[in-house]
């Protein structure tokens, strides 16, 4: 771990003078992509060990989730030891709640988050999930609104809470005075000047190839399944009493995604085509820049300075992979790993504090 740790460093080091190509990460996987920060494997595998005795087994060799986990520990550790983390962004479905599930008030992970707010992080809900009016987020995220609003932050750091949807497409903030908790944000206020230039003619022509190909897809793989066009986003989800099964799911991305490709417009305008569990959508924009929004309505966070947690890397039909290309990230399997997550983030940060005073 620590020859590993050594050669990712030396390629961060590369990074920063522009010599990325040149690092010997880079000539071992050149496929490698740029580090936001350095990352603590050495710390990390020795306190993940102590967690998961890893070290101690006899018979099972170190796990994917083993290692997983002990990325996510080394980048929480960087971030911390190079604090403050000024934005934590969180993915919505199996990442704070249960997948099709609401953030209900008993909720673990609500005081957590409180907690970051309350050391001066900035939180953002970075989600696929698409509606114009803040009613339908408030459905969903009711129990951390609601503990936002009763508790004692101050009213600055209140607004310090956004919802960006549709992957890109929306942005809320809190709001103290609205029923709803939130308010829609103008577009010219979070909006980054790549995305003021995607015409609106670029984005109807991407759903309607989009819309084409799921009901070629929906014909041909015989799904029992609904077509939904929104204004930023074309999808299919199962008839009543059915459901769809991974594979099949997988298939339709998959589709989706090399047909957008191969399109002219599919060049000019970025779109995420995404498993949701249950159903499948393809939507302008992804979380990459959904996260980057973030960073620029809290007045240009770097990177370096952000974590992305969510529950959907795997290259193939996730939509968390991309944000990826503007932070820091986590990859978790469920809301408990969130919520231990944040705890190790409190107490790592602890653990900072103390060492520097």
């Given at each position: 771990m620590r020859d590993v740790e050594d050669i990712v460093s030396e390629h961060f080091a590369c990074q920063?003078?522009?010599?990325?190509?040149?690092?010997?990460?880079?000539?071992?996987?050149?496929?490698?992509a740029n580090f936001f920060t350095p990352l603590a494997l050495h710390d990390a595998f020795i306190w993940q060990d102590q967690r998961r005795f890893i070290s101690h087994r006899r018979f099972v060799p170190p796990s994917f989730n083993d290692i997983r986990l002990i990325l996510n520990t080394a980048q929480v550790m960087s971030l911390v030891r190079n604090g403050p983390l000024e934005l934590v962004t969180f993915?919505?479905?199996v990442t704070l709640y249960d997948d099709g599930e609401s953030l209900s008030p008993e909720n673990p992970v609500i005081p957590r988050i409180l907690q970051l707010m309350k050391t001066g992080s900035k939180i953002g809900i970075v989600t696929a999930a698409g509606y114009t009016d803040a009613r339908r987020y408030y459905e969903r995220l009711y129990g951390l609104l609601d503990a936002i609003y009763a508790s004692d932050l101050p009213p600055t750091t209140k607004q310090n809470f956004v919802v960006i949807?549709?992957?890109s497409n929306y942005c809320f903030k809190f709001a103290e005075d609205s029923p709803d908790r939130l308010k829609l944000v103008p577009r010219q206020e979070w909006l980054l000047k790549e995305m003021v230039l995607w015409e609106?003619?670029?984005i109807t022509a991407l759903l309607d190839i989009a819309e084409a190909c799921l009901k070629d897809t929906v014909k041909n793989l015989r799904m029992e399944a609904l077509v939904v066009r929104k204004e930023k986003a074309v999808g299919i989800i199962p008839k009543p009493g059915y459901k769809f099964c991974r594979e099949v799911l997988e298939e339709t991305v998959m589709i989706a995604q090399k047909t957008l490709e191969l399109s002219e417009v599919g060049n000019r305008l970025p779109f995420c085509a995404f498993n949701g569990g249950n159903d499948v959508f393809v939507d302008i924009g992804d979380k990459s820049w959904g996260v980057l929004a973030c960073q620029r309505f809290f007045g240009g966070i770097d990177g370096g300075k952000t974590l992305h947690v969510g529950d959907q890397f795997l290259s193939a039909g996730a939509n968390d992979f991309?944000?990826?290309l503007a932070c820091t990230t986590a990859w978790i399997a469920n809301p408990a790993e969130t919520v231990?997550?944040?705890?190790e983030i409190s107490e790592l940060d602890e653990m900072q504090q103390r060492k520097n005073r």
């Open positions: 920063q003078d522009g010599t990325q190509n040149r690092s010997k990460l880079k000539l071992l996987v050149p496929s490698v993915d919505g479905d949807g549709g992957e609106e003619s670029d991309k944000a990826r231990s997550l944040l705890d």
